[in-house]
């Protein structure tokens, strides 16, 4: 395989664990992006669009040829609204509350650019979460766990007890899809702990 550096668009220590897993060597350049949602923009558009301008604002820093990056974006999305991250205890609250009892849907949008080529993937993942009363919200609030995570929950933590049930991908619910990711760094060369010879 060919070496390539890989710069991680993102800040996000989920997604530096999820990467490390496959054994990729990176270094993690954050980007600093508008992420205001368009009028119109539907979730798999709008989450798309982010992890795409993460991926080209941190390309457009480097000069290297072989440097890749990736970039991912992740919502949850309940009844076409997008959830993202809680902004104070009440609007972390009011979010728990929607996603009480009902199935709801994570997003994750992963792409890497490498030169001028640039390759999406876009995942969804359904989550249904038990009933859950104020105090136990109340509780979870009270811990440092909702507060960097659409949805205003980490399904890896303690709200791993509100899931019912899951189907798709659940390292996309926590932020990176496991599958689609090692696939898009073997389209481009990207060595990992998986990665066989050029077959």
Known sequence: MIAADLVLASASPRRR????QLGVRFTCDPADIDESRRPG?????????????KAS???SRYTEVDRAVLAAD????????VLGKPVDHFDGLAML??????SHLVLTAVCLQRGDRTSCELV??????IQLTRALCEAYLATDEPWDKAGSYGIQGLAGAFVRSIRGSYSNVVGLPLCETWQLLRANHIATSLMPADD
């Open 17 to 20: 664990e999820l990467l490390e």
């Open 41 to 53: 923009e539907t979730p798999a558009v709008y989450v798309e669009r982010m992890a795409r301008e």
């Open 57 to 59: 604002r941190v390309a």
């Open 74 to 81: 992740t919502v949850v999305v309940l009844d076409d609204e």
């Open 97 to 102: 509350a929607m996603l009480s009892g009902r």
């Open 124 to 129: 969804a993942t359904d989550v249904e979460f």
